[in-house]
């Protein structure tokens, strides 16, 4: 049982390149999040979808897109990146009705 | 919005001996508050959580406390392992399952 797969594991770009973060969860969830953990900061939230067909921004949203591309799959999208954007990228799904949310193992990802 | 204070960011404990963290929320609508472990190179993930229906919750040496009138919650691990060495979080959610995350508290038990 994978529950939630996160690709790639490490990435390093320069300033100004592009990058998709990719997310798949086998859990059958309708929900699904985009965290980032920065040092000393815990995780905080860029985008969600709440269903298949919806996105919102979440606490720190500049920056990003995200794409909800099937109930399986939520994608996060960096334009043009940023070394502020250097981060640790967590993605999370959860089902309906406040149930717990599962987290991958994160994409770390350097921006020079 | 919600805002979570996470203490100690640090906390270093004997094996065998207690371990307690802090966490203070904002929002009084916030009615489900979640406990992650983390540990190096690994997602979070969930030991423990408790609803505000509840004041307390136990699973082996792990407990959780709510006391929703002055808006905090903790966590206990009773007899630390040098397994239980790993970064721990808090958070609580209100509307819609979204979750807003303390600052995490680092725990060390020494062998």
């Known amino acids: 049982n994978a529950g939630v797969t996160q690709t790639p594991k490490f990435q390093v770009l320069k300033t100004g390149q592009s990058m998709t973060l990719q997310c798949a969860q086998d859990m059958n969830h309708n929900s699904m999040y985009w965290y980032r953990q920065d040092p000393g900061m815990g995780l905080r939230l860029i985008y969600y979808?709440?269903?298949?067909?919806?996105?919102d921004k979440g606490e720190v949203p500049n920056g990003y897109n995200v794409s909800r591309l099937n109930k399986r799959e939520f994608s996060l999208r960096l334009e043009s990146a940023a070394p502020s954007q250097t981060s640790v990228y967590f993605c999370?799904?959860?089902?309906?009705?406040?149930?717990?949310?599962?987290f991958g193992d994160g994409t770390r990802l350097s921006i020079l | 919005g919600e805002n979570v204070e996470q203490h100690p960011s640090t906390l270093s404990v004997q094996e065998g001996d207690s371990a307690v963290i802090k966490c203070t929320y904002s929002d009084s609508a916030s009615n489900y508050f979640p406990w992650y472990k983390q540990e190096l190179g690994k997602g979070p993930q969930l030991i423990i959580d408790?609803?505000?229906?509840?004041g307390e919750k136990k699973d082996q040496r792990i407990a959780v406390t709510l006391n929703k009138t002055a808006k905090h919650f903790s966590l206990h691990i009773t007899e630390t392992q040098p397994e239980d060495s790993a970064v721990y979080f808090c958070a609580a959610s209100g509307r819609g399952n979204m979750l807003t995350f303390g600052g995490g508290t680092r725990l060390m038990v020494k062998p």
């Open positions: 979808s709440a269903s298949e067909g919806t996105t």
């Open positions: 408790i609803r505000s229906n509840v």
């Open positions: 999370a799904s959860s089902g309906q009705g406040g149930q717990p949310q599962h």
